[in-house]
């Protein structure tokens, strides 16, 4: 069980961290490149600029896989701040449940449309590009996952089935900014 963890940790790392890193060092070469091209030796490549798109693409859209597992992105918390813990993690437990349906409704479309997209080619290199919007798949499927991580959990607390160390996390994974400065404050650290 302990290697299976291991493989799938190895595995999300890969998609969520090196390929996009990988992506992002290609599609700067690229870039730099294309400059030098351009202006120096005042010959375009032709290539660059799908290049750099796909590129974009598969950093942006795995990125923010990362973000989603790392609970990185943007929430507005205004409102759920001012609430009990179970009411938070109520309306938690709302909007992850919505996000993850309209992610399961839209995943066998977006997968079919995508496979369709093989047939279409990108002007200059001739890549599929089924192989261009493919992290969107990989986006929606993982998205959904974490979204059911994170429904677990908020569904724990909101029931009150939760434990103390439950709760915990709950607290650390959804505290305000106020409360998250507070903490540091106490623990003698800073925010940055």
């Known amino acids: 069980m302990n290697s299976l963890i291991k493989t799938r940790d190895i595995l999300r790392d890969i998609v969520e961290i090196y390929i996009p890193v990988a992506t992002f060092v290609i599609m700067f070469v690229t870039f730099v490149l294309q400059i030098f091209f351009r202006y120096v030796v005042r010959q375009p490549l032709a290539w660059a600029y799908e290049v750099t798109v796909s590129c974009y693409l598969w950093l942006v859209i795995l990125g923010a896989c990362y973000a989603q597992r790392d609970h990185g992105h943007v929430t507005f918390t205004l409102i759920t701040d001012k609430m009990p813990i179970r009411g938070r993690a109520f309306c938690t437990f709302l909007g992850s449940l919505l996000i993850c349906v309209a992610f399961t409704w839209a995943f066998v479309p977006s997968l079919k449309f995508v496979l369709m997209m093989k ?32 429904m677990i959990l908020d569904f724990k ?28 404050s106490k623990e003698g650290g800073s925010m940055l």
Do not use: C, H
């Open 119 to 150: 047939m279409q080619k990108t002007s200059m290199l001739k890549i599929g590009l089924n192989i261009v919007y493919f992290p969107y798949i990989v986006f929606l499927a993982l998205t959904i996952l974490y979204m059911l991580r994170d």
């Open 157 to 184: 607390v909101w029931t009150g089935l939760a434990s103390d160390e439950d709760r915990k996390k709950y607290m650390s994974l959804n505290a305000s900014e106020v409360e998250q400065a507070i903490e540091a």
